[in-house]
Each structure stands twice: as structure tokens, then as C-alpha cells.
């Protein structure tokens, strides 16, 4: 079983920085490589996925709208996932949730609970 809980979300005004940790426990450790996810969903807006990490090379990928200003990282000694995210927009306004899957699919089999982030002008 592998659980995610995400914190570090929180109320920031526009331009301001969050960075959104995820504490992974359980088995996910065990497969020589894995993805693991960062998505948000707006009110009223489909799923999005912002950030992805294959913990294989380390390779990283983000949507164009946080390019520049997010970072995807891993700690592997703690087993926890970052997003930073400067610059914040109100657009950026969601709720977050980090997500892992041995496969790397796009629907990933391990999810977290989600933190808010709100962004105000």
C-alpha cells in the first residue's frame, strides 16, 4: 500500500512563493523507477497535470502555464516530493495533489488528498 499526504498549501498573494511537499510511505520504493506527480483542480475545471518526475534519470516535465516558475524535485532520502512555485498567479488558485504510479500513466494508481492553494491579486 503506498500512501501520499501533501502539505504546505496555504493563502499567498500574487507573486508570492509555496512550496507543496508530499511525504510518500509504503512499497512505491521497492520499483527500480516510478513517476510521481504534481496535478491541481479548479473549481469548475478539469484536472491538470502541472509537474512530473521520473525517479529514473530524474528527467522533469510541466505544463507551459508554470514553466519558469515551478519546480518538480525529490528527495530521496526522505521519499518526499516538492513543487516550488514562484511567482504565483491567481490562476494558479486549485487544489493540489501529488500522485505516484510504477508505470508512469497518465492516470496514476497512487494518489494523495490534496492541499489548497489560493493566490489573490
Known amino acids: 500500500q503506498v500512501q501520499l499526504v501533501e502539505s504546505g498549501g496555504g493563502s499567498v498573494q500574487a507573486g508570492g512563493s509555496l512550496r507543496l511537499s508530499c511525504a510518500v510511505s509504503g512499497y512505491i520504493d521497492g520499483y527500480s523507477s516510478y513517476c510521481m506527480y504534481w496535478f491541481r483542480q479548479a473549481p469548475g475545471k478539469e484536472r491538470e497535470t502541472v509537474a512530473v518526475?521520473?525517479?529514473?534519470?530524474?528527467?522533469?516535465a510541466y505544463v507551459d502555464s508554470v514553466k519558469g516558475r515551478f519546480t518538480i524535485s525529490k528527495d530521496n532520502a526522505k521519499t518526499t516530493l516538492y513543487l516550488q512555485m514562484n511567482s504565483l498567479k491567481p490562476e494558479d488558485t486549485a487544489m493540489y495533489y501529488c500522485a505516484a504510479d510504477p508505470g508512469c500513466r497518465a492516470s496514476p494508481a497512487y494518489w494523495g488528498q490534496g492541499t489548497q492553494v489560493t493566490v489573490s491579486s
Open positions: 518526475i521520473n525517479t529514473s534519470g530524474g528527467s522533469t
